[in-house]
């Protein structure tokens, strides 16, 4: 069922295997660390800590996300648990930030 098979390279040993994944992960943890960074942004804009969780707006990632996996030939059971985890971490961390930035220095007095 799965096309994504055909579109990595065809490995003999699991050290082929593990190579070909940490090439994978110096492309991708840029672009998430580059993804966090708008986060950060999102905390900074939004108005109320009520507005960091947005469901519409998580539902429509994954509507996305599993669409383009499916033209990708992937799993999109897969992808979308992987990316439900991922933005469960990054409101996370959008929170913090939220708060973070919102902290009053303290007086001097």
Do not use: W
């Not at 070909?20 to 966090?36: C, E, K, Q």
């Not at 992937?74 to 996370?92: K, T």
């Amino acid at each position: 069922m799965s096309q994504a098979i055909n579109n990595v390279q065809h490995c003999t040993t699991m050290d082929d295997v593990r190579r070909h994944i940490d090439a994978l992960d110096d492309v991708l943890v840029p672009l998430l660390v580059t993804r966090g960074g708008y986060m950060t942004q999102a905390a900074r804009i939004k108005q109320e800590a009520s507005q960091v969780r947005d469901e519409d707006r998580i539902q429509a990632i994954v509507d996305r996300v599993r669409a383009r996996t499916l033209i990708e030939g992937g799993e999109p059971d897969v992808m979308e648990a992987i990316y439900r985890s991922m933005m469960e971490a990054y409101i996370a961390h959008e929170h913090r930030e939220f708060a973070r930035l919102r902290q009053t220095a303290p007086q001097q007095g």
